[in-house]
């Protein structure tokens, strides 16, 4: 009976030592294959995106209006009208 336990333990230790490392290991190989695989859509939708926005080319920019909104100069804020 004895040697059974001995043998189990021997086991035990062997997986602990060994054969987790190695799972974990093997886990990230696996997340690392993953991210890579994840990567070639995102090449996709970049040249997409290049070339849409050659096709648009330059666009000027165009100065719009919204009323009922004001922007005060920075002299109209200080410091010290803000309490916490």
């Known amino acids: 009976m004895e ?8 086991i035990g230790l062997i997986t602990g030592f060994v054969g987790l490392p190695v799972i974990e ?3 990230n190989v696996i997340n690392a294959w993953i991210q890579a695989l994840l990567i070639k859509p995102n ?3 970049i040249k997409g995106n290049k070339e ?3 096709l648009q080319g330059d666009e ?9 909104f004001h922007v005060p100069s920075d002299d109209y804020y200080e410091d010290d009208d803000y309490d916490e």
Do not use: A, R
């Open 3 to 10: 040697n059974k336990t001995t043998k189990y333990f021997i």
């Open 25 to 27: 290991e093997l886990m």
């Open 43 to 45: 090449k996709i939708v």
């Open 52 to 54: 849409l926005s050659e």
């Open 60 to 68: 000027e920019e165009i100065q719009t209006h919204c009323f009922g």
